[in-house]
């Protein structure tokens, strides 16, 4: 059948990040790690380098315990794990963006965990949307780039830079797209859904872009089933272990849409075009919005889930939170609070990169199920 073996494909792009990046490396071609949630890919694409996303494993933690506390992130934990034990063995550098305090300890620490793998901070401001957080944002750009040109010996030009946000542009355009048909077209499910989101940070983006299109094409030609089932929206930082999206699956529960980290946030806001590239990266990074590590006085992302819940007829929003993300904890009560006053279903689950045992999930969903249906479920 074309469509599972169009699917097959990103799941097994999506579990193999080594063999990716094996495959570059065979290929002649260096490949720099970029940590979450916001690095600037294209000025690395731009220098002919792969961005390759690390964004840890599910793993019992080892190796990081010598250098974090066991209430940090386990997201950050299980980069320096997998960079100790070798399994980014190969990349030129990694550059980790300063958005919240667990990213600056894993960029504070890797120099010391790995220093085979030379560490590139990207600093960001947190009023980033007026002129100075511009100047300020271009500035940490103009220092990324000079890094990886002494780490990779490779050069950087605008022009390539905006060739490469021009790729970009189009990959965000394409899954935008790819997310609306998606909320419609439950053959897909959760397990799927999250492999073609993951295995675009282990491609090149012209590449991943061109796998979605054949996607889209498959899905084009045939009509979804109109099967019921229960409409969620996910939001959260990491939302990618099988076993917990195996239970989506179990319980017959459809993501619709999604405002999480890993996933949708990351396609949200093109680069504008019409000053030199550099400058429109930076202004595309002030336009970004309703994410928790981004500082936001008003926390309207609260707002947008409730919209996101109401423009896709979702019967409700899970919360999969990443345990000890303060960033998340801290909205999550705003978010409760609105689904609340807008009478939409809301469940909190906590993830946590070391669990093996979902059982709770388990139990929280089959009562969420149970929840939505007795206030009458559907808004279809």
């Known amino acids: 059948m074309p469509l599972e073996k169009i699917l097959a494909e990103f799941r097994e792009i999506a579990s193999s990040p080594k063999k990716q990046l094996d495959k570059y490396l065979s290929d002649g071609k260096k490949v720099v790690a970029v940590a979450p949630v916001y690095t600037p890919e294209e000025i690395i694409h731009s220098m002919g380098i792969v961005p390759m996303g690390v964004w840890g494993a599910d793993r019992q933690l080892t190796e990081s315990k010598q250098y974090f506390p066991a209430f940090l992130c386990s997201i950050t934990q299980s980069i320096t794990d997998l960079g100790v034990i070798g399994a980014y063995k190969g990349v030129s550098a990694i550059v980790i963006p300063y958005l919240c305090d667990s990213l600056k300890v894993l960029g504070e620490n890797w120099k010391y965990a790995v220093p085979s793998i030379p560490f590139i901070p990207m600093?960001?401001?947190?009023?980033?949307?007026?002129?100075?957080?511009?100047?300020?944002?271009?500035?940490?750009?103009?220092?990324?780039?000079?890094?990886?040109?002494?780490?990779?010996?490779?050069?950087?030009?605008?022009?390539?830079?905006?060739?490469?946000?021009?790729?970009?542009?189009?990959?965000?355009?394409?899954?935008?797209?790819?997310?609306?048909?998606?909320?419609?077209?439950?053959?897909?499910?959760?397990?799927?859904?999250?492999?073609?989101?993951?295995?675009?940070?282990?491609?090149?983006?012209?590449?991943?872009?061109?796998?979605?299109?054949?996607?889209?094409?498959?899905?084009?030609?045939?009509?979804?089933?109109?099967?019921?089932?229960?409409?969620?929206?996910?939001?959260?930082?990491?939302?990618?272990?099988?076993?917990?999206?195996e239970l989506f699956n179990e319980n017959n529960i459809q993501i619709v849409a999604d405002d999480v980290a890993h996933e949708s946030r990351q396609y949200r806001v093109d680069t504008p075009e019409g000053d030199t590239p550099l400058t429109d990266l930076a202004r595309k990074f002030s336009r970004m919005d309703n994410?928790?590590?981004?500082?936001?006085?008003?926390?309207?992302?609260?707002?947008?889930?409730?919209?996101?819940?109401?423009?896709?007829?979702?019967?409700?929003?899970?919360?999969?939170?990443?345990?000890?993300?303060?960033?998340?904890?801290?909205?999550?009560?705003?978010?409760?609070?609105?689904?609340?006053?807008?009478?939409?279903?809301?469940?909190?689950?906590?993830?946590?990169?070391?669990?093996?045992?979902?059982?709770?999930?388990?139990?929280?969903?089959?009562?969420?199920?149970?929840?939505?249906?007795?206030?009458?479920?559907?808004?279809?």
Do not use: W
């Not at 909320?183 to 979605?212: G, N, Q, W």
């Open 123 to 245: 600093p960001y401001p947190q009023n980033r949307g007026n002129e100075a957080g511009m100047a300020f944002t271009k500035s940490g750009y103009e220092r990324v780039i000079k890094d990886l040109e002494k780490n990779t010996g490779l050069s950087f030009d605008e022009d390539s830079l905006g060739k490469s946000i021009r790729v970009y542009n189009e990959h965000n355009r394409c899954m935008r797209r790819l997310s609306e048909y998606l909320s419609d077209y439950p053959e897909i499910d959760s397990v799927s859904r999250s492999a073609i989101f993951k295995s675009a940070y282990f491609m090149l983006k012209e590449e991943h872009t061109a796998l979605v299109e054949k996607l889209l094409s498959i899905i084009e030609e045939f009509p979804p089933v109109r099967e019921r089932k229960t409409r969620i929206i996910t939001s959260g930082i990491l939302a990618d272990n099988p076993s917990l999206l």
């Open 291 to 380: 994410c928790s590590v981004l500082y936001d006085r008003d926390k309207k992302r609260a707002e947008y889930i409730a919209e996101l819940a109401q423009q896709h007829r979702a019967d409700g929003v899970v919360v999969l939170m990443t345990k000890f993300c303060d960033p998340e904890e801290f909205d999550y009560v705003m978010i409760k609070n609105i689904c609340e006053r807008e009478e939409i279903p809301v469940a909190l689950i906590e993830v946590d990169r070391q669990m093996v045992d979902f059982e709770q999930g388990r139990t929280i969903l089959e009562t969420f199920k149970d929840i939505i249906h007795i206030k009458g479920g559907s808004r279809v």
